[in-house]
């Protein structure tokens, strides 16, 4: 394995998770700035009220995000396997 195969590999592995990762995490930061942003207008510093709208929220968007997840971790997935014979020596 040539140190140019083991950057790519390295690229696409963390292209790929920042690509599933992504959306699961925008939603949880976006609940977040807006609950934040009530309870400082309510003056409410409850601890609980950030993390229920989170889960209900990040549920909903792994739920609707979920075949399109799946789609790309199995053909990312097949990729690796289909390229293992031109990595090992």
């Not at 292209?15 to 925008?26: E, F, K, S």
């Not at 739920?63 to 799946?70: G, Q, T, V």
């Not at 199995?74 to 690796?80: A, D, G, H, P, S």
Request: net charge neutral; glycine share 6%.
């Amino acid at each position: 394995m040539t140190i140019e195969m083991a950057v790519d590999i390295l690229r696409t592995v963390l292209t790929t998770a920042l690509m599933l990762v992504g959306p699961i995490l925008g939603a949880a930061m976006l609940i977040g700035i807006i609950v934040s942003l009530i309870q400082s207008v309510t003056s409410i510093q409850e601890q609980t009220l950030t993390f229920v709208p989170k889960l209900v929220g990040v549920g909903i968007v792994m739920m609707i995000s979920a075949p399109w997840l799946i789609r790309n971790l199995v053909e990312f997935t097949i990729t690796f396997i289909q390229r293992m014979p031109t990595v090992a020596p």
